[in-house]
């Protein structure tokens, strides 16, 4: 049976898993499909699109069916699956980070979740502000989840050492991401915006 992009992708993935994306090469990818360099250029002509293709892949299934009829039930649903979509595989928000992908997962996911903003009445340009307020929150907090305890140590210092009250304030939340993410995403689901709003659908 032939090698295929989906192969070459499953296989990009299961490495990324194993030695992290700093050390993900194409020539990682080769070997452990077996096949030679080039064969992995054919399916992904360069280290960046290969990333693409990836973070499309991690993405399949976000926008899928059942999703719930009520707009705000909707968009709350489609932030926890990206989220955990992310969240799924070894730097999978630093993955997502860096590429811009415009493949058929993830214009889905993007198409489904300016969708439920419109269904709420948001205005387009309002409903398309919000879905890439909405992933990009979800992206940076997913690489700061990921490189947790390193990440957030320097804040929790700063915090505890008494020149910053108001961050200290609030430093016993700072570690836990699932009531961040919550409430940032009721933030930018419910907020008020500018972008001006139409009767709810």
Not at 147 to 170: D, I, K, N, T
């Amino acid at each position: 049976m032939g090698l295929d992009r989906t192969a070459v992708v499953t296989a990009a993935l299961e490495l990324l898993d194993d030695v992290g994306l700093d050390r993900l090469t194409m020539r990682g990818v080769g070997a452990r499909l077996g096949v030679q360099l080039n064969t992995v250029y054919w399916h992904a002509s360069s280290k960046p699109r290969l990333l693409e293709l990836m973070a499309d892949a991690m993405l399949e299934g976000c926008a899928d069916a059942p999703l719930p009829e009520a707009w705000d039930e909707r968009a709350h649903t489609l932030a926890r699956r990206y989220r955990a979509a992310l969240l799924a595989r070894r730097d999978g928000a630093r993955l997502v980070a860096g590429t811009h992908v415009a493949e058929e997962h993830a214009l889905r996911f993007a198409d489904a979740l300016t969708g439920a903003f419109l269904a709420g009445g948001r205005a387009p340009a309002e409903a398309a502000w919000r879905t890439w307020a909405l992933v990009y929150f979800t992206v940076g907090l997913g690489q700061e989840e990921q490189a947790a305890p390193l990440g957030v140590e320097p804040l929790l210092r700063a915090a505890a050492g008494g020149r910053f009250p108001s961050l200290a304030a609030g430093a016993d939340r700072i570690t836990d991401f699932e009531e961040r993410f919550r409430h940032g995403v009721e933030l930018m689901v419910q907020g008020r915006g500018s972008g001006g709003r139409r009767r709810p659908r």
